[in-house]
């Protein structure tokens, strides 16, 4: 059973920066991928962010540009470094690890972010 918890979250205005992290119970090196979804307000959850276990990066075209996937492995840890945040930015981030069969396993909390005035 892994456990996964995501931090870093808060409110920040147009145009600030946040560090989202991710650290897991377990290594991550027995996942395929580690990914980063959000999920706003009335939406449904999105895929944003994912990084492999080769570290292949892929972003959602609504964050490409702007947002950065890595992981420290020895840490057992993701970040998602998000730059240049937009009001429509604002959701619930949640940190998923992806098995070798490229399914999603286990999930994290969430860490609300909000980007206002």
């Known amino acids: 059973q892994v456990q996964v918890v995501e931090s870093g979250g808060g409110l920040v205005q147009p145009g600030g920066s946040l560090r989202l992290s991710c650290v897991a119970s377990?290594?991550?090196?027995?996942?395929?991928?580690m990914d980063w979804y959000r999920q706003a307000p009335g939406k449904q959850r999105k895929l944003i962010a994912t990084?492999?276990?080769?570290?292949?990066?892929t972003y959602d075209d609504a964050v490409l540009g702007r947002f950065t996937i890595s992981k420290n492995t020895a840490q057992n840890t993701v970040y998602l470094q998000m730059n240049n945040l937009r009001p429509n930015d604002t959701a619930i981030y949640c940190c998923?690890?992806?098995?070798?069969?490229?399914?999603?396993?286990?999930w994290g909390q969430g860490t609300q972010v909000t980007v206002s005035t």
């Open positions: 998923v690890t992806v098995t070798l069969e490229l399914r999603p396993d286990y």
């Open positions: 377990e290594s991550i090196t027995r996942f395929y991928s």
């Open positions: 990084i492999t276990m080769t570290n292949y990066t």
